[in-house]
């Protein structure tokens, strides 16, 4: 009986350490990413909600990213959203391309935003780029993905 608890807690302080080792190291590769990678405006074309343990609101959303100089493609991402955060077809999203493997993506940081390559039609890019220029100006404003938080403080 006492080496099955041995047995038991060895393999659970594998895991841990496994588990621990693999967040660390794509924190890293996200890091790393978000400092080096490109950053471009992806399309939002849906999203869904995902089940998960307890009350996580976790989504998968699905992008197309049109890379500079390649062909548009859809990515999807899983991530953890506010509860009452709204999502429409069509908003425009910064993301960042990991450098060493293309395949990955990963929502921009407020810093790494700033750098974003504007990509897609002429229409598109104008457009974005009056926005950039002169946010409270030029005409009706893209759909955003982003909800400011609910206050709790009614």
Do not use: C, H, W
Not at 81 to 88: A, D, I, N, R, S
Not at 102 to 121: C, D, F, H, I, M
């Amino acid at each position: 009986m006492k080496i099955t608890f041995e047995v038991l807690g060895i393999v659970l302080l594998v895991l841990a350490v496994a588990s621990g080792t693999m967040y660390l190291l794509q924190r890293r590769r996200e890091q790393r990413a978000q400092r080096d990678g490109v950053v471009v405006y992806a399309t939002l074309v849906s999203s869904e909600p995902v089940k998960g343990f307890g009350k996580i609101n976790m989504r998968k959303i699905v992008m197309r990213v049109q890379e500079p100089d390649s062909d548009a493609r859809e990515v999807s991402i899983r991530t953890r959203v506010e509860p009452g955060q709204k999502f429409t077809a069509g908003a425009m999203l910064p993301m960042v391309i990991d450098p060493a493997n293309p395949k990955r993506v990963y929502p921009a940081t407020p810093e790494s935003a700033k750098r974003a390559v504007l990509t897609g039609s002429r229409q598109e890019r104008r457009m974005m780029q009056s926005q950039l220029r002169s946010p409270r100006r030029g005409g009706p404003r893209p759909p955003s993905g982003y909800q400011p938080p609910i206050s709790k403080l009614r």
